[in-house]
């Protein structure tokens, strides 16, 4: 799986409103300055992330975003899936498990790539933006 340059601004960024939740919102403008991104850029991200219930947006001159629900309770892997898609070096995991039983010849590789799918899920589904803070400030 590769990780796009979106799927990494929106971890970046969520972990500036993980570090601040539940002080208050944060501007675009912080984050992006904070986190050298481009605004407009950024701006795309947090609607799609606000469209998938991750975010909300206060308006007015003190508004901003910040997270919906706690940091302990958003995952990596839930946000990557909601930018990226998949998180499957080939195919989502259905399909492989579909190769798996349908292509005998090649099984062995769909077992493989379904195997790095796997332990690549289980990783980003167990770790927490609420993590990331925790080892940023290692």
Known sequence: MKISQRGLYALQALTVLAQRHPAGVVKIRDIA?????????????????????IVVSLRGANGGYQLKRPPKDISLGEVLRRIDGPLAPFEDAESLRQRVHS????????????????????????????????????
Do not use: M
Not at 104 to 132: E, M, Q, S
């Open 33 to 53: 300055s904070e986190e050298h991104l481009p605004e407009k850029f950024l701006e795309a991200i947090l609607l799609e992330l606000k469209r998938a219930r």
């Open 103 to 138: 292509d005998p010849k090649h099984r062995p590789l769909f077992r493989v790539l379904l195997d790095v799918r796997n332990a690549t899920a289980g990783i980003l589904d167990h770790t927490y933006l609420a993590d990331l803070c925790c080892r940023s400030r290692n």
